[in-house]
């Protein structure tokens, strides 16, 4: 296992950019702690394929290094990088049985037979294939041959990391639950590195301890599930993380208040220092929105009212912006007109859509 460290690594498939248009992936600099269990997550076209194809050793980066401890594997083929791939679509071989598919990456490195057996006994039992194990594999459901190819990725002890590429996309979406937590729980077992590449926010959160946040070629944010919850650093993770995403509404800010088309908002935090060009948002998540029939809060319209079983989720409308908000336990409408409660100490403020630190305690 190794500690992978991307050093002021960028990437672009044009052969003379002139610019930061011009890279797929825009500078990073990114420690892969040996032994963790991260997310690569962004939309499509973010560049999270060229960076693992960095990290495999398939594209060699424009700019910067990679190193697997202190060694630089820049410019390393895969076959000399030791790590292991599991990709969308199944890599099995039909002619053999389902042993021999998991023991052939040992095989193929001369590990002996009975270490061999152990290992694959051990995977086949984590993965819920020890049945089929002396079945042909060319028979198998897709489902189950998508099992064997994360068999073979996981079966390498000492592989520097695996890496994952979408790998739950042929898999039904019923089963699809039960092996993101087979594979949480593996890497809780088999201590190894890895690194799940999905565009998909619940394999992420399910998966990581850490979730490293694409882009437009660029991450904006490295965390935990619960700090790209609770403080996105940008807008995009804020947007992109939950269901529905945060609320972000242009403000001017004075001091701690807010001002969102006129109407005050009050902040946890002060703001004195906030540049006084450039673009100024205020974030808030609607979890952190209460949306109540009367009392003190923000004048809204209500659009829609969806129940979600244990909590309802209203859209409704500040002056012209549409905004997401839960509703208040207990809370009957009897008109559109409502009012919004935000926690003052859940709402963030954003600069050229970067979070900005406030001043003075949360309230
Ligand atoms: N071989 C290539 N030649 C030129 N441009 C490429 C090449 N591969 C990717 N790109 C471009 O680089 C950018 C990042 O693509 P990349 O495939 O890394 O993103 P991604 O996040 O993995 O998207 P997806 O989930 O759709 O695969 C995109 O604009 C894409 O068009």
């Not at 060694?71 to 000399?80: F, I, Q």
């Not at 039904?172 to 937590?181: F, I, M, T, V």
């Not at 593996?186 to 619940?202: E, F, G």
């Not at 939950?242 to 946890?268: E, I, K």
Request: glycine fraction near 10%.
């Amino acid at each position: 296992m190794a500690r992978i460290t991307l050093d002021h690594l960028a990437h672009s498939y044009h052969s003379n950019p002139q610019g930061p248009q011009d890279f797929a992936l825009k500078e990073m600099n990114h420690v892969w702690r040996q032994g963790g269990a991260y997310a690569l997550l962004g939309p499509s076209g973010c560049g999270k394929t060229t960076l693992l194809n960095i990290i495999s050793g398939l594209v060699v980066p424009t700019r910067g290094r990679i190193l697997f401890d202190d060694r630089d594997v820049s410019t390393l083929p895969t076959e000399a990088r030791n790590i292991a791939q599991v990709f969308q679509f199944p890599v099995v071989y039909d002619t053999m049985t389902v042993r021999e598919n998991l023991a052939f990456p040992l095989k193929n490195r001369g590990v002996d037979t009975q270490t061999i057996r152990s290992r694959v006994d051990e995977i086949a039992g984590l993965l819920d294939l020890t049945r089929s194990l002396d079945q042909n594999a060319s028979g198998l459901t897709a489902d189950a041959k998508q099992k064997i190819s994360l068999g073979r990725g996981l079966v390498r002890p000492d592989v520097n990391a695996i890496l994952f590429d979408e790998p739950l996309t042929v898999i039904d979406p019923h089963l699809k639950w039960r092996l993101r937590s087979t594979l949480k729980e593996l890497h809780r077992k088999l201590d190894l590195t890895m690194i799940y590449v999905t565009h998909d926010q619940t394999e992420a959160l399910t998966f990581a301890d850490t979730v490293v946040v694409m882009h437009d070629g660029a991450v904006v944010q490295t965390g935990t599930p619960d700090e790209l919850f609770e403080r996105p650093e940008h807008v995009f993770v804020g947007h992109f993380i939950g269901s529905p995403g945060m609320n972000v509404l242009p403000c001017q800010v004075d001091g701690a208040t807010a001002f969102v088309d006129g109407v005050g908002v009050a902040l946890g935090r002060g703001y004195p220092n906030l540049s006084k060009t450039g673009r100024i948002e205020l974030g808030v998540r609607p979890e952190f929105a209460v949306l109540e029939a009367h009392g003190d809060g923000l004048p809204v319209r209500i659009t829609r009212i969806d129940d979600l079983g244990r909590t309802r989720i209203a859209r409704v409308m500040l002056g012209d912006r549409p905004m997401a908000a839960t509703v208040g336990e207990d809370s009957a409408f009897d008109s559109d007109r409502a009012v919004l409660r935000l926690d003052p100490a859940r709402i963030h403020i954003y600069a050229d859509g970067r979070r900005v630190d406030g001043e003075g305690a949360a309230a």
